[in-house]
């Protein structure tokens, strides 16, 4: 999390103004589904300086509209805007106001709604635009907890503003289709909207954002008309357009599956129908490990035991993913870490311990944290002492919680202990971890990482524990004998190897499984690239 001083004024409001592209993609899209209606009555909730009162200026669409009304929440550019569609051919109406507060009411009394809304995330909104956004939310009997971002509740209302049967047409986030905040906009289309469709524009469509973006649009669901129960994707290349439709269900926790082509989610499913194909919350158990509250501080190097005579407190420790170059995190692992300086103990303060406070250099240490003011930070000071950091004891297996390319699963023979940067899990039942282990890295297993996970503006894979949970994985008991091969792949260096341990995954879950080939799984992998190129390219 970022702080307010630490953000540019025009993040912090969501000044980025929409690329005329962009506006025009809306624009056609509204003419299409307006079907050449005149005397259209327009909204637009984030006006800016006026890109799309500009756009629809020079668009057929400008003999169709008799208003517009544009909300500006900064004055000086309401101002601008307003004067910059002083010539316009239809009636503008500039509001110099939150959209958000109730000098716009919560009607359904325009044809059209386009427009940009802000991408501020709510850390930096200040209260009474909360308090607006929580009414607006109430009136429409949506739940504002857990929504991330002012995008969301400008969305809802600006759709609720629209007549029966009108028709909008907004550039979002992409996260409108990936992200767990998002889920109420999502089951508001699909109980409100028809003729749904999500644009897709390559990445840099809108500079200085760093999020993809999309065009979102539809109409406003006449009494009568079934919901959508279906969305069309368009994928805009340089090289032409690619259409493609898919069934989409409220019970989907995202909607990141629907950015595959349905040959590349049918085979994904058909995958997923397999016996052997198992959902890791029903074989496995994976939890945050130990929460510190100051990493830097209780993760030590071996220079710095030493140097305070910290050994009576010091266990193994595995800080980071990268620091473990193989699929199983061995002694021998531990000591290469130990010898390269990297920080490999963490310290252990527990109460059946010496207190390091009896011991000179232990207790210079702890006074050292003290001046650094880290017993003031939150999880710290809700500790008595604030250094007993209560450890998570090790577990057989290690799970990455932010990956680059690929999460990757780690065999823990060394018993290290790990910090929330990585994920612990033991098997239920019977099953053997070094099974899962070496099963992991498929292109089944990944593809699911890639739906079920969740991806920001740098184009990182996240995954929290409940879409962990929902992982499609193999424990395949054959695969386990083969755990030194594979570990030796995943240790190789060059650019090869990381592509090299999948597909020798692949090869062998193909041999192992009944129902599972190299053709099928192919189609697999397409689609796990093809989630993967567009998380990446976020960066």
């Given amino acids: 999390m ?30 299409e589904l ?25 668009h057929s669409l400008a003999t169709k509209v008799s208003s517009l009304t544009a909300v500006e929440v900064v004055p000086s550019v309401a101002s601008e805007c307003e004067q910059r569609s002083a010539g316009a051919p239809f009636d503008v109406r500039v509001l110099a106001t939150s959209f958000l507060s109730n000098q716009v009411a919560l009607r359904p009394t325009f044809d059209v709604v386009v427009g940009n809304p802000p991408f501020v995330r709510y850390q930096f909104i200040d209260k009474s635009m909360r308090a607006d956004a929580e009414a607006a939310m109430a009136a429409l009997g949506v739940p504002l907890a857990g929504v991330s971002n002012l995008w969301l509740p400008i969305v809802l209302k600006s759709l609720a503003c629209l007549k029966l049967g009108g028709a909008f047409a907004l550039i979002v986030p992409a996260e409108c289709l990936t992200g767990a905040s998002a889920s109420v906009v999502r089951a508001w289309l699909l109980s409100n909207t028809t003729s749904l469709r999500i644009d897709l524009f390559p990445s840099g469509s809108f500079p200085g954002v760093l999020q993809e973006i999309v065009v979102l649009s539809g109409v406003r669901q006449r009494p009568g008309d079934p919901g959508a129960s279906t969305a069309t994707f368009v994928e805009h290349h340089g090289s032409g357009d690619i259409t493609w439709t898919h069934c989409v269900r409220s019970t989907d926790p995202t909607w990141t599956r629907y950015l595959l082509t349905p040959n590349h989610l049918d085979a994904y499913r058909e995958v997923a129908s397999l016996d052997e194909c198992l959902v890791l919350g029903d074989v496995a158990k994976f939890g945050v490990a130990t929460v510190t509250g100051a990493n830097e501080f209780f993760s030590v190097d071996e220079e710095t035991v030493r140097r305070y005579e910290l050994g009576p407190w010091a266990r193994p420790l595995l800080a980071r993913v990268r620091n473990a170059d193989g699929l199983v995190f061995d002694q021998e692992d531990f000591r290469r870490n130990v010898s390269a300086g990297l920080r490999s103990s963490i310290l252990d303060f527990a109460e059946d311990r010496p207190d390091p406070l009896d011991f000179p250099r232990p207790g210079e240490y702890l006074r050292h944290g003290e001046r650094l003011g880290l017993h003031r930070r939150y999880k710290c000071r809700i500790r008595d002492p604030w ?12 799970l990455s919680k932010r990956s680059h390319l690929y999460p990757r699963l780690i065999l823990n023979q060394a018993q290290a202990i790990t910090t929330d940067t990585i994920y612990q899990g033991s098997m239920l039942g019977a099953g053997r971890a070094a099974s899962l282990v070496a099963s992991f890295h498929n292109s089944v297993t990944l593809l699911s990482a890639e739906i079920e996970g969740r991806s920001f503006g740098g184009g990182v894979l996240e ?18 004998d083969e755990l030194p091969r594979l570990d030796e792949l995943a240790r190789a260096s060059g650019p090869d190897s990381v592509e090299s341990l999948v597909e020798e995954t692949d090869r062998r879950l193909a041999k192992a499984v009944r129902g599972l080939n190299d053709s099928l799984l192919a189609v697999i992998a397409e689609a796990r690239r093809a989630l993967q190129r567009r998380r990446l390219d976020r960066n």
């Fill in 2 to 31: 970022r702080l307010a001083s630490e953000v540019s004024a025009d993040k912090l409001r969501g000044g980025f103004y929409s690329p005329q592209e962009l506006v025009r993609a809306c624009l056609d899209r509204i003419a």
């Fill in 34 to 58: 307006t079907g050449g209606k005149s005397g259209l009555s327009v909204l637009e909730p984030s006006a800016g300086d006026g890109a799309f009162v500009r756009g629809i200026e020079a």
């Fill in 387 to 398: 250094y007993r950091v209560p450890i998570v004891p090790a577990r057989e297996m290690l």
């Fill in 463 to 480: 995954l929290v524990p409940s879409e962990v949970a929902r992982l499609r994985v193999f424990v395949e008991d054959s695969l386990a």
